[in-house]
């Protein structure tokens, strides 16, 4: 690079005369002449602040030899400063001078620009400034624009997988929950599809209960009025009597027949929504028992003391009791529950609140709001008797309670066994057996109930398994 400073007073020290011509080679390895013509000193400065700029655009390349030598021209004015091909002509005295100035310029002009790194060099390991060719340049911008791509392909990978581990998580979720989702719904289409005809068919049972209790009563009575007349007349008479209970008796038996009827179409579609809900079977349920101990410490933590497992009956035998009980267990109506009574021969369970249960739970409410208050007829298959060991609905009909037998009931709780019921003829459903929990069954015998809340053991919770 050429110093304005230097070719400033180089051009002074050459005052007085009248043409001049000047050679710079520059880092391109161009040789420029320079003539100058008139007015040497007086375009002096001028001339070699323009004559620094043109040679730092020529060494930066950023003009070509062509476009540099015409620039020059333009920056000469009227002719006076321009190139020529003309060899460089000497003056001893203005040469000497020249040299003189140069020699004394020069060193001081080095030290200054070797500092000074220029843009197209890199310092090295000694400090000083190692200037690049072309091609060390051009190895140079590839190796960073091949390190450019590395960084940009790692970094786009990066995301490529976390977007897909997002992806593969959010479709695996969604397609669950969706899952859920329209299971739930066709559950609940079910349903709504089965409430008419299950409302249908217990309006028509409660009408042919209300028969059955009209037509009872009249026989009661006919029969009443028999025996009265009986002891007044002769036998004649009293066989005469004798036509108005039998009339009523066989209407009672064609009224029994007729809901039989009935009753059939409640178990088959009770055993359709069974096998649709809960499967084909077997189905058991399991109950987790706890006793009371310390009051206190027994509101604070329920563990349970143990399980007891129900078998149910299968779907031919009792599908409608089996279903609504199932469908207690399952939306969790016995949760918080008690057995409450030991009668002997049967442990009896229900909604009766214990130490364990939460406070402000209506445990019969419940049992009403969700319309499994009670079955809809009383069902009853000679082959599931009351043995021991066995579980049956208390009621009539079967209600919220249930017990275990724990000796043989088939006689008391079969068909007949209790007259004092509207029906005789009647039997508490037979529905389940204990598979497992026998040991905690003895100590439940033997626990000593009473009508508070510490007298009664708790059902913590029942639940289907398979």
């Not at 400073?5 to 009248?18: M, N, P, Q």
């Not at 038996?253 to 009827?261: F, L, R, S, T, V």
């Not at 469908?327 to 214990?354: E, I, M, P, Q, W």
């Not at 809340?453 to 639940?463: F, K, P, Q, S």
Request: hydrophobic residues 35%; positive net charge.
């Amino acid at each position: 690079m050429v110093s304005p400073s230097f070719v400033e007073a180089s051009l002074r020290a050459l005052s007085g005369t009248t043409r001049c011509f000047i050679h710079l080679k520059l880092p391109n390895r161009h040789t420029t002449v320079i003539k100058i013509e008139n007015r040497v000193e007086t375009q002096a400065h001028s001339i070699s602040s323009e004559l620094l700029r043109i040679d730092e655009q020529s060494t930066m390349g950023r003009i070509s030899p062509s476009a540099r030598e015409k620039r020059l021209t333009v920056a000469a004015g009227s002719g006076d400063l321009h190139p020529v091909s003309t060899p460089i002509p000497t003056c001893p005295s203005n040469t000497a001078r020249f040299h003189l100035l140069r020699s004394d310029y020069m060193p001081k002009y080095s030290q200054r620009t070797e500092s000074i790194p220029r843009r197209n060099s890199s310092l090295s390991s000694t400090g000083v400034g190692k200037s690049f060719s072309g091609v060390e340049l051009a190895k140079r911008k590839a190796r960073q624009l091949r390190r450019r791509r590395i960084v940009s392909g790692v970094i786009t990978a990066f995301v490529a997988l976390i977007s897909g581990a997002l992806g593969f998580f959010a479709f695996k979720f969604g397609t669950e929950y969706v899952l859920q989702r329209e299971e739930e719904i066709r559950q609940a289409v079910r349903e709504q599809e089965f409430r008419p005809l299950m409302e249908q068919y217990r309006q028509q049972i409660d009408v042919l209960l209300r028969d059955q209790t009209y037509l009872q009563e009249r026989l009661k009575h006919a029969e009443a009025m028999s025996q009265t007349r009986i002891v007044h007349t002769t036998e004649t008479d009293r066989i005469y009597q004798l036509q108005d209970p039998i009339n009523a008796s066989n209407q009672l038996a064609a009224h029994q027949a007729y809901g039989g009827q009935y009753a059939q179409g409640i178990q088959q579609l009770s055993r359709q929504m069974l096998i649709e809900k809960f499967g084909a079977g077997p189905y058991r349920v399991e109950m987790h028992i706890a006793f009371p101990g310390n009051a206190q410490s027994a509101v604070s933590s329920a563990s349970p003391n143990g399980k007891l497992v129900f078998e149910m009956a299968s779907a031919d035998q009792m599908p409608h009791t089996v279903y609504t009980f199932l469908a207690r267990v399952s939306k969790g109506l016995y949760d918080g529950c008690s057995f409450y009574h030991n009668a002997g021969h049967v442990l009896v369970a229900g909604a009766t609140s214990n130490v364990h249960t939460q406070q402000g739970v209506d445990l019969r409410g419940r049992f009403v709001q969700s319309g499994l208050e009670k079955i809809h007829y009383q069902e009853y298959d000679p082959t599931y008797p009351h043995k021991e060991w066995t579980v049956g609905l208390a009621g009539r009909p079967g209600g919220t309670e249930f017990y275990i037998n724990t000796r043989d009931n088939s006689i008391d709780h079969g068909p007949g066994g209790q007259t004092w019921h509207e029906d005789p003829t009647q039997a508490d459903p037979c529905f389940a057996r204990v598979v497992a929990g026998f040991d905690l069954m003895e100590r439940m015998q033997s626990f000593q109930y009473n009508k508070s809340i510490e007298g009664r053991v708790a059902l913590l919770e029942a639940r289907i398994v398979s």
